[in-house]
Nanobody, 123 residues
Framework: QVQLVESGGGLVQAGGSLRLSCVASGRTLSMYTVGWFRQASGKEREFLAAIIWNSGTKYNADSVKGRFTISRDYAKNMVYLQMNSLKPEDTAVYYC????????????????WGQGTQVTVSS
């Protein structure tokens, strides 16, 4: 089992940047895909980006392409989400998630989740 903990959320003005971190414990992320999702109040959970740990292959949602970038630190067993040019509509709880056998955008295929970190973007 892998445990995930997100950090780095907070309050930022529109146009600003934040970097979210997701640290994994319990086991290495080798053989996993790690994804970032968000859920705004009253909305469905939305896929943002994913990275296949071993190969480094990345996937991005079109909605945030060019603004959000996923990366990993192999040695630290951590995944990051760099978010630039933030907008008020980016306000949500952001989650990282991991899957051993799936590399796509469907949140219900990810079996391991962190507790989430709140991101609030003011106008």
């Amino acid at each position: 089992q892998v445990q995930l903990v997100e950090s780095g959320g907070g309050l930022v003005q529109a146009g600003g940047s934040l970097r979210l971190s997701c640290v994994a414990s319990g086991r290495t992320l080798s053989m996993y895909t790690v994804g970032w999702f968000r859920q705004a109040s009253g909305k469905e959970r939305e896929f943002l980006a994913a990275i296949i740990w071993n190969s480094g292959t990345k996937y991005n949602a079109d909605s945030v392409k060019g603004r959000f970038t996923i990366s990993r630190d192999y040695a630290k067993n951590m995944v990051y989400l760099q978010m630039n040019s933030l907008k008020p509509e980016d306000t949500a709880v952001y989650y990282c998630a991991a899957s051993r056998d799936y590399s796509g955008s469907s949140y219900d295929r990810y079996g391991f989740w962190g507790q989430g970190t709140q991101v609030t973007v003011s106008s």
